[in-house]
């Protein structure tokens, strides 16, 4: 392969921030747990959905950042010259045509809640470097891919799909106040912190009788990963925000084995495996 094309796939996967993808699966892994489960021939659908969405999300958010970069983060593929912008909108807007178009070969419903997610991302990308609750936004996207997951299970909509879907956007929330620490360069907050706490205390409070071992001892898994990934940024030495963010990403998976604590060992095993290809992918592609 030549060089040129290796350099433009990179490229593409840079700009799909594919290293995240392993935290998208999961989502929709847990948020369709979470919805009874069943109709298992509705996640291939579901899956190739949610990873357009997400690509062609991360695209668009190059696009609209391509000013800011050119000052601040002159490495990204816009302003390094790799790509064009005007590209990068037509690549963006077409992976979220085919994104919400896989959602609605599942059902009205998926594809309905599908578009507005679709809206919050077009909502963040167009405004996150202007307005101080981006994070809001950032969380709300995660929570709403767990209802887009849940609406193509036998169940559908739940309770606990909701409940669940909240403590992960509160999670989000609290890590992408530490990304925009580092992308806009401002005053590190501590508050942020407190958020991630979040879906532990949610699964303390929903687990109960056989369930609660299960919830306590993945809760003790996800705050030992936080706890690791915030010494890169509030240790001793050079702060390292870049590593906190990329690591509190990959903890995305911990919070979702940790929303389906009931599940059976099989589908821990496939959240063991998504964690250790975020961590692999990220050797590969910038996860920020």
């Known amino acids: ?147 887009v997951a849940a609406s193509t299970a036998s169940e559908q909509v739940t309770g606990l799909a909701v409940w669940c879907g909240l403590g992960l956007g509160a999670y989000v929330v609290g890590l992408s106040c530490f990304a925009r620490g580092e992308s806009l360069r401002g005053p590190l907050r501590y508050w942020p912190v407190l958020l991630l706490a979040a879906p532990i205390i949610l699964a303390l409070l929903i687990n109960a009788g056989l369930y609660r071992q299960n919830a306590l001892l993945l809760s003790a898994v996800l705050a030992v990963w936080c706890l690791k990934c915030m010494r890169y940024t509030f240790g001793a030495g050079e702060k390292q925000i870049g590593r906190t963010v990329s690591g509190l990403l990959a903890g995305i998976i911990f919070v979702d084995w940790l929303a389906v604590a009931d599940a059976p060992r099989e589908l821990g095993v496939a959240f063991l495996v998504l964690f250790g290809l975020a961590l692999l992918f990220q050797k590969f592609v910038p996860a920020t």
């Open 1 to 147: 392969m030549s060089s040129v094309f290796l350099r433009s796939v990179r490229t593409l996967l840079i700009l799909g921030r594919v290293s995240n993808l392993p935290t998208v699966w999961s989502n929709c892994l847990a948020g369709w747990w979470l919805g009874g489960k069943g109709h298992a021939e509705k996640l291939p659908f579901l899956f190739a959905g949610a990873t357009l969405l997400y690509v062609g999300g991360m695209f668009l958010n190059d696009a609209f950042d391509a000013v800011f970069d050119r000052q601040y983060r002159s490495e990204r593929p816009i302003p390094s010259g790799h790509i064009t912008r005007r590209a990068v909108w037509l690549w963006g807007l077409a992976w979220l045509v085919l994104g919400a178009a896989c959602l609605f070969l599942i059902s009205t419903k998926t594809g309905g809640i599908g578009m507005v997610l679709l809206f919050c991302i077009l909502l963040y990308d167009g405004t996150h470097k202007h307005i101080s609750f981006a994070p809001i936004l950032m969380g709300a996207c995660r929570a709403i891919l767990y209802l």
